[in-house]
């Protein structure tokens, strides 16, 4: 018989192949929207940016960018999950790792190009599906945003608009990658991910996530289930 701290070890574990899969494919989805030569989201644009007067890789400076913010993250007390760190960590790697491959070019076409950059949107729908449903913490920003929210009592889309808005300002400034493909994803990935959370049943309301904290608790043998925090 599997005891309780057993099975929290394997219903983690368990959740592991879908939390990567979505971080690889996140990373995907950026390079393909860089690809498509049409401009990229304000992140996009802000990360370009930086690589374009630093030694840095695309994928190094999301790294960067997201230590940062979880840095402030935790000093606006938001401790973050197992799963912000990983998109610290990984979608920097994966970016950089698939971009070696070489296995992407952009269209002549701006029909291919219209067309790339909507596989990237998709992709990136579909991406914040597959790492968001196991439960396991958001991403950098999205924390900092949720910890800006809280401290300051404003709305949502005030901090989130005012998130975008100053890292594409800053971007552009960098000479970042700005174009009608910048416009597009504003307006659209968010609907991208809307549909993909319907599709595969996911409840963004429906559950809490899990912070490093307690997930370190739940592994040791806490009473608590973990099932509380991930969806199965």
Not at 79 to 84: E, R
Not at 87 to 101: E, H, K, Q, R, T
Not at 146 to 152: A, F, I, Q
Not at 172 to 191: D, E, H, K, M
Request: include cysteine; proline fraction near 4%; glycine fraction near 12%.
């Amino acid at each position: 018989m599997i005891s309780e701290q057993n099975s929290e070890w394997l219903l983690l574990v368990k959740k592991l192949p879908s939390l990567f899969f979505g971080l690889m494919l996140y990373a995907l989805a950026v390079l393909i929207m860089r690809d498509a030569g049409l401009g990229m989201n304000p992140w996009g644009v802000f990360h370009m940016g930086v690589s374009n007067y630093t030694p840095l890789t695309l994928g190094q400076v999301t790294q960067l960018t997201g230590f940062v913010i979880l840095a402030l993250s935790f000093l606006l007390k938001m401790v973050p999950g197992i799963a912000s760190i990983c998109n610290m960590i990984f979608i920097g790697i994966f970016v950089d790792y698939i971009d070696s491959l070489g296995i992407l070019t952009t269209p002549s076409s701006l029909i291919g190009k219209i067309i790339m950059l909507f596989i990237g949107i998709i992709c990136t729908g579909w991406a914040t599906y597959f790492y968001l449903r196991v439960r396991l913490g958001a991403g950098p920003r999205d924390g900092l945003m949720e910890g800006l929210v809280k401290k300051t009592k404003k709305p949502v889309w005030l901090i989130r608009g005012i998130i975008e808005v100053s890292v594409l300002i800053v971007g552009y400034l960098l000479s970042g990658p700005v174009g009608f493909g910048t416009l597009v994803t504003a307006i659209t990935i968010g609907f991208s991910v809307q549909f993909a959370f319907k599709v595969g049943g996911y409840d963004a309301s429906g559950g809490e996530h899990i912070n490093c904290i307690e997930l370190f608790q739940k592994l040791k043998g806490n009473n608590k289930p973990m099932e509380k925090y991930i969806s199965k």
